[in-house]
Protein backbone atom coordinates (compact mmCIF):
# COMPACT_ATOMS: atom_id res chain seq x y z
CA UNK A 1 0.00 0.00 0.00
CA UNK A 2 1.10 3.22 -1.30
CA UNK A 3 1.21 6.29 1.29
CA UNK A 4 -1.61 8.19 -0.41
CA UNK A 5 -3.65 5.41 -1.14
CA UNK A 6 -6.46 5.04 0.39
CA UNK A 7 -6.68 2.39 3.38
CA UNK A 8 -8.10 -1.33 2.52
CA UNK A 9 -9.42 -3.43 4.24
CA UNK A 10 -8.10 -6.33 3.16
CA UNK A 11 -4.52 -5.13 3.39
CA UNK A 12 -5.00 -4.79 7.31
CA UNK A 13 -2.04 -6.60 8.64
CA UNK A 14 -5.10 -8.51 10.71
CA UNK A 15 -6.46 -9.81 7.72
CA UNK A 16 -3.22 -10.60 5.37
CA UNK A 17 -1.88 -14.42 5.46
CA UNK A 18 -4.70 -16.61 6.16
CA UNK A 19 -2.95 -19.66 5.43
CA UNK A 20 -1.87 -19.20 9.26
CA UNK A 21 -4.88 -20.44 10.15
CA UNK A 22 -4.21 -24.22 8.05
CA UNK A 23 -0.91 -24.01 9.34
CA UNK A 24 -2.18 -23.55 12.90
CA UNK A 25 -4.16 -26.92 12.18
CA UNK A 26 -1.23 -28.76 10.41
CA UNK A 27 0.89 -28.01 13.85
CA UNK A 28 -2.03 -30.04 15.72
CA UNK A 29 -1.92 -32.89 13.21
CA UNK A 30 -5.56 -32.02 11.02
CA UNK A 31 -4.70 -31.79 7.45
CA UNK A 32 -6.70 -29.39 5.14
CA UNK A 33 -9.81 -31.67 4.52
CA UNK A 34 -9.80 -33.45 8.00
CA UNK A 35 -12.55 -32.99 10.24
CA UNK A 36 -11.94 -30.13 13.13
CA UNK A 37 -13.06 -30.10 16.73
CA UNK A 38 -13.94 -26.71 17.51
CA UNK A 39 -11.65 -26.55 20.57
CA UNK A 40 -9.01 -26.98 18.02
CA UNK A 41 -9.54 -23.98 16.45
CA UNK A 42 -10.18 -21.65 19.52
CA UNK A 43 -6.69 -20.53 19.35
CA UNK A 44 -6.75 -19.36 15.86
CA UNK A 45 -10.38 -18.25 14.86
CA UNK A 46 -11.57 -15.35 17.85
CA UNK A 47 -10.33 -12.28 16.57
CA UNK A 48 -10.64 -9.95 19.75
CA UNK A 49 -10.29 -9.87 23.23
CA UNK A 50 -10.36 -12.25 25.68
CA UNK A 51 -10.85 -15.35 23.50
CA UNK A 52 -14.09 -17.43 23.61
CA UNK A 53 -14.43 -16.25 27.35
CA UNK A 54 -15.73 -13.10 25.78
CA UNK A 55 -18.34 -14.69 23.63
CA UNK A 56 -19.23 -17.02 26.36
CA UNK A 57 -19.92 -14.13 28.39
CA UNK A 58 -22.27 -12.68 25.50
CA UNK A 59 -24.16 -15.59 24.95
CA UNK A 60 -24.89 -15.64 28.98
CA UNK A 61 -26.21 -12.22 28.87
CA UNK A 62 -28.11 -12.77 25.77
CA UNK A 63 -29.82 -16.02 27.27
CA UNK A 64 -28.99 -17.72 24.60
CA UNK A 65 -30.46 -20.92 23.47
CA UNK A 66 -31.22 -23.61 20.92
CA UNK A 67 -34.47 -21.52 20.06
CA UNK A 68 -32.06 -18.29 19.65
CA UNK A 69 -31.78 -16.79 15.94
CA UNK A 70 -28.33 -15.09 16.07
CA UNK A 71 -26.80 -12.32 13.73
CA UNK A 72 -23.48 -11.95 13.90
CA UNK A 73 -21.97 -8.77 12.50
CA UNK A 74 -18.30 -8.40 10.68
CA UNK A 75 -17.71 -12.75 11.58
CA UNK A 76 -14.31 -12.85 10.27
CA UNK A 77 -13.35 -16.23 9.93
CA UNK A 78 -16.37 -17.30 12.05
CA UNK A 79 -15.23 -17.80 15.12
CA UNK A 80 -17.28 -16.27 17.58
CA UNK A 81 -20.49 -17.43 15.47
CA UNK A 82 -19.09 -21.43 15.66
CA UNK A 83 -18.33 -20.70 19.74
CA UNK A 84 -21.97 -19.67 19.92
CA UNK A 85 -23.32 -22.30 18.07
CA UNK A 86 -21.46 -25.07 19.23
CA UNK A 87 -21.95 -24.23 23.18
CA UNK A 88 -25.58 -22.96 23.49
CA UNK A 89 -27.00 -24.72 20.33
CA UNK A 90 -28.60 -21.66 18.50
CA UNK A 91 -28.15 -20.50 15.15
CA UNK A 92 -26.28 -18.23 13.91
CA UNK A 93 -26.28 -16.09 10.63
CA UNK A 94 -22.46 -15.16 10.39
CA UNK A 95 -21.97 -11.72 7.78
CA UNK A 96 -18.72 -11.17 6.84
CA UNK A 97 -17.55 -8.80 3.94
CA UNK A 98 -14.44 -9.90 2.59
CA UNK A 99 -14.75 -13.48 0.64
CA UNK A 100 -11.66 -14.74 1.55
CA UNK A 101 -12.72 -14.77 5.07
CA UNK A 102 -15.75 -15.98 4.18
CA UNK A 103 -14.69 -19.00 2.66
CA UNK A 104 -12.22 -19.93 5.13
CA UNK A 105 -15.15 -19.75 8.05
CA UNK A 106 -17.59 -21.83 5.10
CA UNK A 107 -14.75 -24.13 4.92
CA UNK A 108 -14.07 -23.99 8.74
CA UNK A 109 -17.74 -24.41 10.09
CA UNK A 110 -18.38 -27.37 7.94
CA UNK A 111 -15.57 -29.37 8.85
CA UNK A 112 -16.22 -28.42 12.73
CA UNK A 113 -19.66 -30.45 11.88
CA UNK A 114 -21.33 -26.90 12.43
CA UNK A 115 -23.25 -26.31 8.82
CA UNK A 116 -26.89 -26.84 10.41
CA UNK A 117 -25.91 -24.11 12.93
CA UNK A 118 -24.22 -21.40 11.20
CA UNK A 119 -24.96 -19.69 8.03
CA UNK A 120 -22.45 -17.76 6.22
CA UNK A 121 -23.11 -14.82 4.52
CA UNK A 122 -20.85 -12.38 2.74
CA UNK A 123 -21.76 -9.20 2.29
CA UNK A 124 -21.29 -5.56 3.52
CA UNK A 125 -23.68 -5.12 6.62
CA UNK A 126 -24.89 -1.61 5.17
CA UNK A 127 -26.74 -3.00 2.49
CA UNK A 128 -27.13 -7.03 2.83
CA UNK A 129 -30.85 -7.44 3.10
CA UNK A 130 -32.17 -8.72 6.45
CA UNK A 131 -35.29 -9.96 7.25
CA UNK A 132 -37.67 -7.45 9.30
CA UNK A 133 -38.18 -8.98 13.01
CA UNK A 134 -35.40 -12.01 11.47
CA UNK A 135 -33.47 -12.51 14.62
CA UNK A 136 -33.74 -12.73 18.68
CA UNK A 137 -30.10 -10.99 19.09
CA UNK A 138 -27.27 -9.44 17.44
CA UNK A 139 -23.72 -9.21 18.81
CA UNK A 140 -20.28 -7.98 17.23
CA UNK A 141 -16.98 -7.91 17.97
CA UNK A 142 -14.40 -5.69 16.95
CA UNK A 143 -15.74 -5.21 13.62
CA UNK A 144 -18.52 -2.36 13.46
CA UNK A 145 -15.17 0.44 13.73
CA UNK A 146 -14.77 -0.47 10.10
CA UNK A 147 -18.27 0.52 9.27
CA UNK A 148 -18.34 4.35 8.05
CA UNK A 149 -21.92 4.97 8.31
CA UNK A 150 -22.77 3.43 11.87
CA UNK A 151 -26.69 5.16 12.31
CA UNK A 152 -27.59 3.34 9.25
CA UNK A 153 -26.00 0.35 10.78
CA UNK A 154 -27.97 0.55 14.02
CA UNK A 155 -31.41 1.57 12.08
CA UNK A 156 -30.73 -1.98 10.44
CA UNK A 157 -29.99 -3.78 12.73
CA UNK A 158 -33.06 -2.51 15.08
CA UNK A 159 -35.18 -3.97 12.04
CA UNK A 160 -33.77 -6.75 12.03
CA UNK A 161 -34.16 -7.66 15.77
CA UNK A 162 -37.39 -8.98 16.91
CA UNK A 163 -39.45 -6.52 19.76
CA UNK A 164 -37.59 -7.40 22.93
CA UNK A 165 -34.54 -8.78 20.97
CA UNK A 166 -31.25 -7.28 21.83
CA UNK A 167 -27.81 -6.54 20.58
CA UNK A 168 -24.01 -7.02 22.07
CA UNK A 169 -22.24 -5.13 20.57
CA UNK A 170 -17.59 -4.92 21.60
CA UNK A 171 -15.54 -2.55 19.58
CA UNK A 172 -12.95 -0.01 19.62
CA UNK A 173 -13.77 3.91 20.67
CA UNK A 174 -12.11 6.77 21.34
CA UNK A 175 -10.76 7.40 24.69
CA UNK A 176 -8.97 10.69 24.43
CA UNK A 177 -8.37 12.52 20.94
CA UNK A 178 -6.23 11.54 18.28
CA UNK A 179 -2.82 13.17 17.73
CA UNK A 180 -2.77 13.42 14.34
CA UNK A 181 -0.33 10.93 13.71
CA UNK A 182 -1.84 8.27 15.87
CA UNK A 183 -4.97 9.18 13.72
CA UNK A 184 -3.53 8.10 10.61
CA UNK A 185 -2.76 4.89 12.03
CA UNK A 186 -5.85 4.30 12.91
CA UNK A 187 -6.88 4.65 9.82
CA UNK A 188 -4.46 2.63 7.86
CA UNK A 189 -3.43 -0.05 10.22
CA UNK A 190 -6.80 -0.64 12.22
CA UNK A 191 -8.90 0.59 9.45
CA UNK A 192 -10.83 2.97 11.52
CA UNK A 193 -13.76 4.32 9.55
CA UNK A 194 -16.04 5.46 13.17
CA UNK A 195 -13.71 6.08 16.06
CA UNK A 196 -15.91 7.97 18.24
CA UNK A 197 -16.47 8.74 21.95
CA UNK A 198 -18.31 6.30 23.85
CA UNK A 199 -21.00 8.42 24.40
CA UNK A 200 -21.45 9.44 21.21
CA UNK A 201 -21.42 5.60 20.03
CA UNK A 202 -24.37 5.34 23.14
CA UNK A 203 -26.04 8.34 20.91
CA UNK A 204 -26.09 6.45 17.63
CA UNK A 205 -27.72 3.28 19.29
CA UNK A 206 -30.42 5.04 20.98
CA UNK A 207 -31.46 7.18 17.82
CA UNK A 208 -31.76 4.02 16.12
CA UNK A 209 -34.53 2.93 18.48
CA UNK A 210 -32.63 1.31 20.49
CA UNK A 211 -34.03 1.31 24.78
CA UNK A 212 -31.86 0.35 28.04
CA UNK A 213 -28.70 1.16 26.68
CA UNK A 214 -26.20 0.09 28.83
CA UNK A 215 -22.22 0.93 28.18
CA UNK A 216 -19.40 -0.24 29.79
CA UNK A 217 -15.60 1.20 29.38
CA UNK A 218 -13.49 -1.32 28.42
CA UNK A 219 -10.33 0.42 28.37
CA UNK A 220 -8.88 -0.17 31.96
CA UNK A 221 -8.97 -4.13 30.86
CA UNK A 222 -8.18 -3.88 27.50
CA UNK A 223 -5.37 -1.21 27.27
CA UNK A 224 -3.00 -3.88 29.20
CA UNK A 225 -4.39 -6.83 27.76
CA UNK A 226 -3.01 -4.89 24.34
CA UNK A 227 0.37 -4.63 26.06
CA UNK A 228 0.66 -8.01 27.09
CA UNK A 229 -0.68 -9.60 24.12
CA UNK A 230 2.02 -7.51 22.05
CA UNK A 231 4.96 -8.51 24.79
CA UNK A 232 3.90 -12.66 24.41
CA UNK A 233 3.68 -12.20 20.49
CA UNK A 234 7.34 -10.68 20.69
CA UNK A 235 8.62 -13.41 22.87
CA UNK A 236 6.88 -16.24 21.25
CA UNK A 237 8.39 -14.72 18.17
CA UNK A 238 10.88 -17.90 16.88
CA UNK A 239 7.89 -20.49 17.83
CA UNK A 240 5.04 -18.60 16.47
CA UNK A 241 7.11 -18.30 12.69
CA UNK A 242 8.10 -21.92 12.36
CA UNK A 243 4.24 -22.91 12.98
CA UNK A 244 2.62 -19.87 10.90
CA UNK A 245 5.61 -18.03 8.42
CA UNK A 246 7.61 -14.73 9.45
CA UNK A 247 5.18 -12.53 7.31
CA UNK A 248 2.49 -13.87 9.37
CA UNK A 249 3.97 -13.20 12.43
CA UNK A 250 5.06 -9.50 11.41
CA UNK A 251 1.84 -8.84 9.27
CA UNK A 252 0.54 -9.38 13.28
CA UNK A 253 3.12 -7.95 15.31
CA UNK A 254 2.54 -4.43 13.24
CA UNK A 255 -1.39 -4.58 14.49
CA UNK A 256 -0.78 -5.36 17.78
CA UNK A 257 1.96 -2.61 18.25
CA UNK A 258 0.02 0.22 16.85
CA UNK A 259 -3.16 -1.29 18.97
CA UNK A 260 -0.68 -1.25 21.77
CA UNK A 261 0.71 2.37 21.50
CA UNK A 262 -2.71 4.01 20.73
CA UNK A 263 -3.83 2.69 24.38
CA UNK A 264 -0.09 3.81 25.80
CA UNK A 265 -1.13 7.32 24.29
CA UNK A 266 -4.47 7.62 26.24
CA UNK A 267 -6.70 7.84 22.36
CA UNK A 268 -7.66 4.52 22.45
CA UNK A 269 -10.49 2.55 24.43
CA UNK A 270 -12.80 -0.17 24.47
CA UNK A 271 -16.82 -0.22 24.72
CA UNK A 272 -19.03 -2.55 25.49
CA UNK A 273 -22.84 -1.71 24.44
CA UNK A 274 -26.03 -3.97 25.03
CA UNK A 275 -29.27 -2.09 24.02
CA UNK A 276 -32.57 -3.92 23.38
CA UNK A 277 -34.84 -2.82 20.81
CA UNK A 278 -38.40 -2.17 22.48
C1 LIG B 1 -11.43 -7.67 13.84
S1 LIG B 1 -12.41 -8.67 12.77
C2 LIG B 1 -13.34 -9.53 14.00
C3 LIG B 1 -13.93 -10.80 13.47
C4 LIG B 1 -14.82 -11.54 14.45
N1 LIG B 1 -15.91 -10.68 14.91
C5 LIG B 1 -14.04 -12.05 15.63
O1 LIG B 1 -14.19 -11.45 16.71
O2 LIG B 1 -13.32 -13.04 15.50
C6 LIG B 1 -13.64 -7.55 12.06
C7 LIG B 1 -14.34 -8.12 10.84
O3 LIG B 1 -15.39 -7.23 10.42
C8 LIG B 1 -15.48 -7.34 9.01
N2 LIG B 1 -16.23 -6.20 8.43
C9 LIG B 1 -15.75 -4.95 8.25
N3 LIG B 1 -16.68 -4.17 7.66
C10 LIG B 1 -17.77 -4.94 7.45
C11 LIG B 1 -19.04 -4.71 6.86
N4 LIG B 1 -19.36 -3.50 6.36
N5 LIG B 1 -19.93 -5.73 6.80
C12 LIG B 1 -19.58 -6.95 7.30
N6 LIG B 1 -18.39 -7.23 7.86
C13 LIG B 1 -17.49 -6.25 7.94
C14 LIG B 1 -14.04 -7.41 8.58
O4 LIG B 1 -13.88 -7.85 7.25
C15 LIG B 1 -13.46 -8.35 9.64
O5 LIG B 1 -13.51 -9.67 9.25
Avoid at 174 to 198: C, G, K, M
Wanted: proline letters at 6%; a negative charge; charged letters at 20%.
Amino acid sequence: MKENDPPQIGAMPLYTHLDRIERGLAAQGIGPHDPIRPEQLFALDQWHYHGTDAIAAAGRALGLGPRSRVLDIGAGVGGPARFLAHTTGCHVTALELQPELHAVGVDLTRRSGLADRVTHLCGDALVEPLHDAGFDAVVSFLAIVHIPDRPRLFARLARALRHGGACYVEDLCQHRPFAPADWEDARRIVYANSLTSQAAYAEDVKAAGFCDVTVTDLTPDWAPFAAERLAAWRQNRAAYATVHGDGAYRAQELFYSVIARLYDSGSLGGVRLVARRP
